[in-house]
């Protein structure tokens, strides 16, 4: 069964990084797109950022370009989101979720999806 499991959230105050990990398990994960997305209280989920199968192609919302970093071990079956200089803002619960053949910006588009992983920022 396919499955990923996020990991790595937690407190932080306004500057400081922290980097989610996305595990997966079941399938290969060199076969498909990962993508990070979040959910803050009351909104809706958006897009954070996408890394293509073998990491040719990254994209990032505009509101964490120059701060998040994402990267992938195929290896270790495992995707990262190091993130840097985080505001409160960044405050959300973040998901991983994978699809086939290219990067979405779009929640539909994904077929597979973890659990999640809060990331709090606040002083």
């Known amino acids: 069964q396919l499955q990923l499991v996020e990991s790595g959230g937690g407190l932080v105050q306004p500057g400081g990084s922290l980097r989610l990990s996305c595990a997966a398990s079941g399938f290969t994960l060199d076969y498909y797109v990962i993508g990070w997305f979040r959910q803050a209280p009351g909104k809706e989920r958006e897009g954070v950022s996408c890394i293509s199968r073998l990491g040719g192609s990254i994209t990032y919302a505009d509101s964490v370009e120059g701060r998040f970093t994402i990267s992938r071990d195929n290896a270790k079956n495992t995707v990262y989101l190091q993130m840097n200089s985080l505001k409160p803002e960044d405050t959300a619960y973040y998901y991983c979720?994978?699809?086939?053949?290219?990067?979405?910006?779009?929640?539909?588009?994904?077929?597979?999806w973890g659990q999640g992983t809060q990331v709090t920022v606040s002083s």
């Open positions: 979720a994978a699809r086939r053949y290219y990067c979405s910006g779009y929640v539909s588009e994904y077929g597979y």
